[in-house]
Structures are given as structure tokens and as C-alpha cells.
């Protein structure tokens, strides 16, 4: 027997990747100081770079107040939680925070898990087995679709943001336990999804909406509630979400909120959250902290909207090429991936750092520039970034530069 050898594949692999422009590499940060980033240089060195590529969009990951929540919350309780949440690993902080998250969405209920990747795999495999249908956006994160994968269920994916899609397929297996996922915004697009259209279709078909809010979460809808409560759709419409922690919560975990039968049953089976080590409860600290600031603190959301606005004016002036979004996700479209790549190297020797998207995360032809904002940021630097990217477009589509690139 002559077994294919895996070393061989990977640098085949390699080799099709570097013929597509599609390897890709860590960068190191040696230091954050708000949107400011001292990047290790390859070649040796460092330099600082204005970061346009964080999801942290209310700028709460540096905080006093997050970070003294985490410094005191250690000093007191250790860095780790010692075990998974049914062994000992439960913390007083974990419970703390399930309840005010909950609280602030208006739900019953709220579990807290390590990632929301975690999260997302623990709601399809313990609701979905073989003989059942999810029916996600084309669109999706890549954590939904690797759920409905692990789960062993039936998955078909309906067009972005097409609800009818989404009935038809609902449709194809009627006898089939169904769920109806989706993000809440998409983490590429920066667009919302139909979601009350989409909660209609799912009530019809008889059908479970889960809605992945990752980027919603602290940004948009009241009080920062999220892409539900800005479509008005309550627990009853919408029986599950996710809340990120990582993103415009500047921490790190997540948690599923929504009816307390459903919630009770991820934490007696989610293996997720059954078979790994709690989220330390320092972490938690934070967390708790940083959502007690994004539920008082109004003006970072407008700030978020005056700076997505401001932007879009002056990149649209320069015939930028963005995709319809009120987030503040802002991509912006490069074609090819070496486009993509060479625009993200000129923006670098400007000194701004954005990250150059591409397939498989985007649609093969659809790499991007994902420009991200904070609250953080200043009018003057989103200005001057619309004018870099101009700058770095026409670098591009110049071949004397990229030959000095």
C-alpha cells in the first residue's frame, strides 16, 4: 500500500497558495496603545502603525476601568479557572456576568462560553443530529457552517440576505427539525441581515431562529443591544443569540442569551463547554466591566456613526468601491488578491495597518480592504485614511510602483 504523503500535499498546497496571492502571515504586536499598534518588523525592527483592522469598536479593550476589573479580579482569585464549569470551574464572576448580560438584552437566560466559536458549534450540535435541517446564510461565519458540519445534519446555505432562499429551503425537508442561522452583521460586509423578515420565515416553517450578533453586539440597536433589538424581535422571535465578548466588549469569551429551557439544556449538553477548561474569571471581570460600559456610554455608538459617515463621504469623493454598510465595517473592494495585498502594503508604508481580506473568507474576485473604526479614533485620522486608501489604489493600478514595492 502506497499512502499519499501528507508532506507532499502541504507544499502543494503552499505552492497553490503563493501562485493565487494567498499565503498569509501572523503579524506580531510588540505594544497597543489605543488605535496605535508597534508592529515587529520581518526583517528586524518594529514601527507603529494606525490600526484600522480591530473589531474592538467601542475601544474598550484598554479602559481603566476593564482593565482594573481584570488586574483586581486576578490578584484576588488566581489567573485560571481550574476546571470546566460542572466540575469546579463556575465562577461567582461567570454567574455575574450571565445575569447582567441577560439583563441588558431582555432575555431569561445567558451562558457563557470560552469563544464564540465555541458557542456556535455548542447551539447546532446540541439542538440538530442527523436527520435535521439548518438552513444558513451563504454568507456565514465560518464557525456556523463548521457547526452544522460537526452536528452530521442536513446544511443548505440560501443566497446573502435572501429570505425567499431561505423559505425554499426550509421547504425541501418539511418532515426535518430546522433551524434558521444567520449573523446578525455580517463580519465581512459590514451589512445587517433581514432579520425580522427571516423570523417570519422561520415561525412558519416551524422553524428555530439563531442569530450569531458577534459584530452587532455593543454597536447597534438600543443601547447597544444588538441587530435583534434594533429589528425590535424579542426571545420569542428569536430564541437564541450570541453575544461576543472579544469584539466591541474588548474582552474575550461569549455567551448564548435567549429562552431558559434552551439555555439549560446547552449547559447540561453542550460539549463545548462540557469538556473544556471555564473562562478565567479575571477575564470575566473584564468583560462585566466592559458591558456595563457599553450599556451607559451612548456617545461611543455615535461617535461610531459620525466616523462611518464621515468616512463613506470622503471615500465615495475619491471613487473608492465600498458595499452598502451603516456599520462600522467598512470594506473596501480590490478585485484580485494581489490587488488586495499590494494596496494593504502601500497603506503600511503610510503607515496605517488594514487587512487584506480574501477567499476562502470572501467570494473568489471579491478581496477586500476590511477597514474597521473605534471609537478610539479621530475625524482627522479617518480622513486621512480615505485619502491614503485613494492614494493606494492608484499605486496599484500602477505597475512602476509595484515593481519598487
Known amino acids: 500500500m502506497d499512502r499519499p504523503d501528507l508532506h507532499a500535499r502541504v507544499a502543494a498546497l503552499r505552492q497553490q497558495r503563493d501562485a493565487e496571492s494567498g499565503r498569509r502571515a501572523r503579524r506580531e504586536v510588540l505594544r497597543r496603545d489605543g488605535v496605535r499598534c508597534e508592529v515587529a518588523e520581518p526583517e528586524g525592527g518594529s514601527r507603529t502603525l494606525l490600526n484600522f483592522c480591530s473589531n474592538d469598536y467601542l475601544g474598550l479593550s484598554q479602559h481603566f476601568a476593564v482593565v482594573s476589573a481584570l488586574q483586581d479580579a486576578a490578584a484576588r482569585d488566581g489567573a485560571g479557572s481550574t476546571a470546566s464549569q460542572l466540575v469546579c470551574g463556575h465562577h461567582a464572576l461567570h454567574a455575574e456576568l450571565e445575569r447582567e448580560v441577560a439583563d441588558w438584552l431582555e432575555v431569561p437566560r445567558a451562558l457563557l462560553f470560552d469563544s464564540g466559536y465555541a458557542a456556535n458549534l455548542a447551539v447546532v450540535q446540541s439542538l440538530l443530529g442527523d436527520d435535521d435541517l439548518c438552513v444558513q446564510d451563504r454568507l456565514n461565519h465560518a464557525s456556523l457552517i463548521d457547526a452544522a458540519r460537526l452536528a452530521g445534519c ?80 424579542d426571545s420569542m422571535a428569536v430564541p437564541l443569540q450570541l453575544v461576543t465578548l472579544g469584539k466591541a466588549l474588548g474582552s474575550h469569551g461569549a455567551l448564548v442569551a435567549g429562552e431558559p429551557d434552551l439555555v439549560d439544556h446547552l449547559a447540561e449538553t453542550a460539549r463545548p463547554l462540557l469538556y473544556t477548561t471555564a473562562l478565567p474569571p479575571p477575564l470575566a471581570a473584564a468583560a462585566l466591566a466592559a458591558v456595563r460600559l457599553a450599556r451607559r456610554d451612548h456617545w461611543r455608538r455615535e461617535r461610531l456613526q459620525e466616523l462611518t459617515g464621515r468616512f463613506r463621504t470622503r471615500a465615495e469623493r475619491h471613487g473608492l468601491q465600498l458595499v452598502p454598510s451603516d456599520t462600522p465595517i467598512q470594506p473596501v473592494l480590490c478585485g484580485s488578491n494581489a490587488n488586495a495585498l499590494a494596496m494593504a502594503a502601500s497603506l503600511e508604508r503610510d503607515g496605517y495597518w488594514v487587512a487584506a481580506i480574501r477567499p476562502p473568507t470572501v467570494p473568489e474576485g471579491q478581496a477586500r480592504l ?33 515593481r519598487m514595492a
Open 370 to 402: 476590511r477597514v474597521t473604526f473605534t471609537a478610539a479614533h479621530e475625524p482627522a485620522q479617518v480622513d486621512a485614511l480615505a485619502d491614503a486608501l485613494a492614494v493606494a489604489r492608484d499605486r496599484a493600478a500602477d505597475p512602476l510602483p509595484s
Open 154 to 233: 442536513r446544511l443548505r446555505r440560501y443566497p446573502h440576505a435572501d429570505v425567499e432562499g431561505a423559505l425554499r429551503q426550509l421547504r425541501s425537508m418539511p418532515e426535518a427539525a430546522a433551524m434558521v442561522v444567520t449573523d446578525g452583521v455580517f463580519s465581512m460586509d459590514g451589512d445587517v441581515a433581514p432579520l425580522r423578515e427571516l423570523a417570519i420565515a422561520a415561525r412558519v416553517q416551524q422553524a428555530l431562529l439563531y442569530v450569531d450578533d458577534a459584530h452587532g453586539i455593543g454597536v447597534v440597536g438600543p443601547d447597544g443591544r444588538g441587530s435583534v433589538a434594533a429589528a425590535k424581535l
